[in-house]
């Protein structure tokens, strides 16, 4: 006489293999069911035949055509009539630099004492960008540096800020003038404070 748990045990046993049997048929039916429906539609097998079918009704009157199409058209295998097109992209240009507009940046330093300046001349690239250390070594004495096209002071190009020595600035960049030529520079306090300016 088999324990009740025993009986349990092989219902359960018996509901396992019920249970996998199932899932095999499912799954073969799965399997068999896409292809095998594609191929047997209108009870063709060979789907060599059916494209030829195809090929022959494709030259038919549209009249003619029409039922046939409408009986061929699902089995047409739509998979090998997609045609991939290659896409070809030109690659877009690498962004070259230039540096046309903004030239080498130029660091000029030029120092006052005993009421003139350390150089007589200072030069500087053609339109570049110019940045004027100025040191003031006169204790308790304004100067500057003021940059202009000539000694007659009709066009200013740059004017530094009066520093009283010792004291040193770095006066804001300007830009040099693009045409080459001997400009002038000066201590708007003391005029006699001057020298060439030179863009090469
Ligand atoms: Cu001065």
């Not at 940045?131 to 308790?140: R, S, T, Y």
Request: net charge positive; hydrophobic share 40%; proline share 8%.
């Amino acid at each position: 006489m088999p324990t009740p748990q025993a009986i349990f045990m092989r219902k359960q046993k018996i509901l396992q293999g019920l249970a996998f049997f199932i899932v095999i048929v499912l799954i073969t039916l799965a399997i068999w069911t896409g292809p095998a429906a594609s191929i047997m539609i209108n009870g063709k097998i060979n789907l060599y035949e059916q494209w030829k079918k195809i090929d022959s009704v494709k030259s038919l009157p549209t009249s003619k055509l029409l039922p046939n199409i409408n009986s061929t058209r699902n089995i047409t295998p739509t998979a090998s009539k997609i045609s991939t097109t290659l896409v070809t992209r030109t690659p877009t240009k690498k962004p070259s630099i230039t540096l046309t507009s903004a030239k080498k940046s130029n660091n000029i330093t030029i120092t006052a004492t005993g009421f003139a300046f350390d150089q007589k001349s200072v030069t500087v690239p053609a339109g570049s960008q110019v940045f004027i250390m100025f040191k003031n070594q006169d204790v308790g004495i304004p100067h500057n540096v003021a940059i202009y096209t000539d000694s007659t002071l009709k066009n200013q190009i740059f004017k530094g800020e009066i520093i009283t020595g010792p004291d040193q600035i770095t006066y804001p960049s300007f830009k040099a003038p693009d045409k080459p030529g001997v400009y002038f520079f000066r201590c708007d306090v003391h005029p006699m404070m001057n020298g060439q300016f030179i863009v090469k």
